[in-house]
């Protein structure tokens, strides 16, 4: 994108196609139910950013940025899941629909590609969830309605006399409709309002980003998520820990688990006991694990054999990938998440820091979204939709950007030797605790 105006254009329309992944304009209004936006507004920008894609996916650019090579291997593990079983409509099928999640991944780390419009990046994440938030809410309270959000009536067991407490809770719009991934959505908004609510350059107007903050507390109890408030204390602890110390956070965490159970109510109720939710999905996990105790272990039962295999889906993104996907597929999307951690870390340790100092206050926030995700998706199986691979790419384009920052130009992670044997132990250790877990809570 060597002319400025196309590359200006690109990153627009590519605002636009975020846009739509949150506030669903063929929901909101029914004439354009028929025309296919994202569709649309996403080819468009690939048609203006084709030749500067490209490059990110040559082997040296990956062996820079690994994140994007896992990214790679995923869509690879997803093939040779359905080819290892010969089911080569399911390989036309899985590759075509990964192939939207990987388009939209590299279009972010391609046109993403500085301070500035990383800024612009989030703070429209930050306005479009607040918006769709704001909207459910609202619907749930009543004050407006929205027919393309019907809220969740859930069951809370039983009274006395033996008959059902039920139990309302928010959902979202679109492909956030379950509950539980609207608190994960939350989480992450929160994290981004927060960023820019400290941000002492925009003056007086940060003041304006108190009003989603608040919208977004009071949604996550309205969920009655447990899962998500897991998320959102994970990404709390991230960012008070990254920007204050691990002091405040752990004086955080004490008056957290003080005040939980008065604010949150049943979501604070987290327990693995018979008849429990919790104990419904580990039983999910312990078929998917059933399932790969065999030389499927390899490559997996097949992408989207979950459902088939259980009944449901895993209800946890890590149990899912390495079932559907086998140890080799697992540790890829495992690795997606690891490689983060290990660049958010080591750019904590850089012997020269970052000189951009915008880049340096992001951080905390940065990392307390990949917490929060990574949290809700230990109880959501998520592997392969766009929202997911938002997050990374997110982080692989704010890691990008720090590297090339520094006095020496070295990417903050290499895809190497010593690396690969860290992501390998890193996976198997993960790999059996997920494994005990189940063995010892079923």
Not at 88 to 95: E, F, P
Request: proline residues 4%; hydrophobic residues 50%; aromatic residues 12%.
């Amino acid at each position: 994108m060597s002319n400025p105006l196309i590359a200006i254009l690109a990153f627009l329309l590519f605002q636009l196609t975020t846009a739509t992944l949150f506030l669903r304009p063929a929901e909101l209004f029914n004439w354009l139910e028929d025309l296919p936006l994202y569709e649309g507004l996403i080819l468009s920008t690939l048609a203006l950013s084709m030749t500067s894609l490209e490059p990110h996916f040559h082997r040296r650019a990956m062996y820079r940025q690994p994140i994007t090579l896992c990214v790679v291997g995923v869509f690879v593990a997803i093939i040779l899941s359905q080819m290892s079983h010969l089911y080569l409509g399911g390989v036309r099928d899985s590759a075509a629909e990964f192939s939207k999640t990987l388009l939209y991944y590299g279009l972010a780390i391609t046109i993403v590609n500085s301070p500035t419009r990383l800024r612009w990046f989030l703070a429209n994440l930050g306005i479009c969830t607040g918006l769709m938030v704001t909207l459910c809410l609202f619907d749930y309270w009543t004050i407006i309605d929205l027919e393309f959000i019907v809220h969740l009536q859930d069951l809370d067991g039983h009274d006395d006399e033996g008959n059902p407490i039920w139990f309302q809770r928010m959902r979202g719009t679109g492909i956030f409709q379950d509950p539980n991934d609207l608190a994960m959505v939350i989480v992450a908004g929160g994290c981004l309002c927060l960023y820019f609510l400290t941000d002492k350059s925009l003056g007086v107007w940060r003041g304006l980003w108190v009003a989603p903050l608040l919208v977004f507390v009071a949604a996550i109890l309205e969920t009655k998520s447990r899962g998500g408030l897991l998320a959102g204390a994970a990404a709390v602890m991230t960012m008070a820990s990254l920007r204050y110390g691990t002091k405040v956070s752990i004086v955080l965490a004490v008056l957290g688990v003080c005040t939980l159970p008065i604010v949150a109510g049943r979501s604070a109720n987290i327990e693995i006991g018979e008849g429990s939710t919790s104990e419904e999905r580990i039983m999910m996990w312990r078929e998917g694990f059933d399932a790969i105790k065999s030389p499927e272990i390899i490559f997996g039962i097949g992408h989207n054999g979950y459902a088939d295999l259980a009944g449901l889906v895993a209800h946890n993104s890590f149990v899912h990938t390495y079932v559907e996907l086998g140890v080799f597929g697992g540790t890829f999307f495992f690795g997606c998440f690891f490689l983060c951690a290990v660049q958010l870390y080591r750019m904590g340790r850089l012997p020269e820091p970052v000189f951009h100092e915008e880049l340096l206050r992001m951080r905390p926030y940065i990392a307390g979204v990949l917490a929060g995700w990574c949290m809700s998706m230990f109880s959501l199986s998520r592997a392969y939709v766009v929202p997911t691979f938002l997050v990374l790419a997110m982080q692989a384009a704010y890691f990008n950007l720090a590297w090339i920052h520094t006095p020496s130009g070295r990417p903050l992670a290499l895809w190497d030797r010593w690396l690969t044997t860290r992501l390998v132990g890193a996976s198997a250790c993960t790999f059996t605790g997920l494994y005990i877990f189940t063995m010892i809570f079923t």
